[in-house]
């Protein structure tokens, strides 16, 4: 076996668990991975906030498609997002449909009967109202995609230290706690293979699979101890804390881009509201 084969193999399944890996190269027509994340942020908080307060289906409608048309254009196609926009609209109709369950039928006993079953009916206006929160529920979802698939921990992180003046003391010790857990499913990874090829723990059935997890607690609990210390003793190292900031690396810019995001961002959602003004169907 080649010396590179084992590490590359390592390197592989690293990359795959870890979310701060570095992103792969794309086509520079996804724009949504050179904007600053601060400013995918500000672009749909306006709109998410108002959604909470609209009550018809056509304004949550249209934020669903006007965030997967940023989606397919500002993102890599890839199985995670084609997953993503189709569990999005049926999650919206399932939880649609438990809200109409729950609506107050007195309030909408008018209209027509869609379902009855002995004394209790479904009627079609709390069908529609239960339809109208799913997607009000799957639009607001909808517009964190953007930032969630195409913003990196560090990133956000940088930017909140650089543009939002957060403490660099509480934003890298975030960090630094949220990337524990990538290294602990590396880890768990690394033992289940080790226990694999011993042969430990084999066997099916609940009794095996309760004794391979307790053979996989002690490994992982002294793996999560050593890198602690190691990370513990290179943030000693460098002085963190000492001071009352730091020379940054890598630098994440504002720049215009990203207030012309942010402006159109809100100039489309400020046109969406006033052309289907929402609120005068209450």
Known sequence: ?????????????????????????????????????????????????????????ATPLAFLALSYAILLIGVTFSGRLAAILVALPAAAAVVGLGFSVWADAARVDQSV?????????????????????????AAIVALTLPVGLSTTGPDFVRASVQQLRVPYRIG??????????PRFGYELDVIRQAHRVR?????????????????????????????????????????????????????????????????LFWAVSAALFWALFPWGLA
């Open 1 to 57: 076996m080649s010396a590179t084969g084992p590490l590359s193999a390592t390197q592989s399944l690293r990359d795959r668990v870890d979310p701060y890996a570095e992103r792969p190269t794309a086509s520079p027509a996804r724009f949504l991975y050179g904007l600053n994340p601060l400013a995918k942020i500000a672009a749909p908080l306006p709109a998410m906030v108002l959604l909470v307060f609209v009550r018809d289906a």
């Open 113 to 137: 009967v869609i379902w009855q079953i002995g004394s209790w009916t479904l009627y079609g206006g709390a069908l529609e109202v239960g339809l109208a929160t799913g997607l009000r529920i």
């Open 172 to 181: 890298y010790t975030a960090l630094a706690a949220f990337r524990f857990v």
């Open 199 to 263: 042969g430990a723990h084999g066997g099916r059935g609940p009794f095996a699979a309760i004794a391979r997890w307790f053979g996989y607690i002690v490994p992982l609990m002294a793996g999560a101890i050593r890198h602690a210390e190691r990370v513990a003793l290179a943030m000693d190292a460098r002085a963190f804390g000492a001071h009352p900031d730091r020379t940054e690396r890598h630098l994440v810019p504002f720049r215009t881009r990203d207030v012309v995001f942010v402006v």
